[in-house]
């Protein structure tokens, strides 16, 4: 595009054009007869803070939660908007399992080239703790780790689950730092979930819909697995607890006075 020659000189023009998403620097003299200069400035490349936090198919609004990072600062960071410091990348290199080094030189930095990523996605593997049983709690007191739930203190066995990425994500859908291992004990969920099995627990799901089984803490503070039936006739909110076992009654109690851990998404089996 040329401007029209004029015989009069007047004050350069500086100005700035958005056309998409792409921004046009504009700087032109109104007596200069060459064509106008126009400068397209590419699109925000993603920085290696995007890129990392892909690789571990984690969503922003769990980064923030682990990291303690806002969501707006997440966004600028990853989007180049604000330029990158070692410092900056500290809260996310435990989240991530990443140094700051590797996020900001990600692709050049050892163990982030695209073909390293791919390597670790194949085998990647999510760590699930387990909550120890009564009889563990008593055993092995000393080895166990302790976690917050609530008003609770939860007794954790000292080594974890590792999932494979893919079986959590894909068949469980759910997020791993929501999921819980428990032991079942006792025969009140006989044949579906007999004592000894293990069950993993979404402890990010404590709502009874839809109906199903649910980890809950029963009036001795233990957690055991149930079938929840949520009787919506009532004019109250109240809940049927059921035992697969036809030897153990079910009970009602009203919704507020039940205190669900998470629903119950599968079982493992010892064969």
Known sequence: MRRNPSSHREP????????????LELTHGIGDNRPMAGKAKSRQQKTGLYHARESRRMSRTELVKRSGVSK???????????????????????PLGYSPEQILLWGKYPGTSAAQIQD?????????????????AEATHSKLRRRKEGR???????????????????????????????????????????SGDKVIVDTGRK??????????????????????????????????????????????????????????LCCLKFL
Do not use: C
């Open 72 to 94: 707006q600062q997440l966004s600028r960071l990853e989007n180049g908007l604000i330029r990158l410091r070692l410092d900056h990348l500290k809260p996310f290199a435990n």
């Open 207 to 264: 709502t009874p819909s839809p109906d199903g089984l649910y980890a809950i803490r029963d009036s001795f503070e233990n957690v055991i697995v149930r079938r929840l039936q949520l009787l919506r006739a009532a004019q109250s909110g109240r809940v049927k607890i059921i035992s697969d076992n036809p030897k153990h009654a079910a009970e009602e109690v009203a919704l507020g006075e039940l205190e669900i851990v998470g629903k119950a």
């Open 152 to 194: 609770h203190v939860e007794r954790i066995k000292a080594e974890d689950w590792a999932f494979p990425a893919s079986f959590v994500t894909n068949r469980l859908q759910a997020s791993a730092m929501n999921l819980l291992v428990i032991e079942a004990e006792g025969d009140a969920m006989t044949p579906t979930i007999t």
């Open 120 to 136: 670790e996605a194949l085998g990647a593997s999510e760590h699930v703790p387990e909550l120890a049983s009564r009889s563990d």
């Open 12 to 23: 350069a023009i500086a100005g700035k054009v958005a056309i998409d998403d792409t921004r």
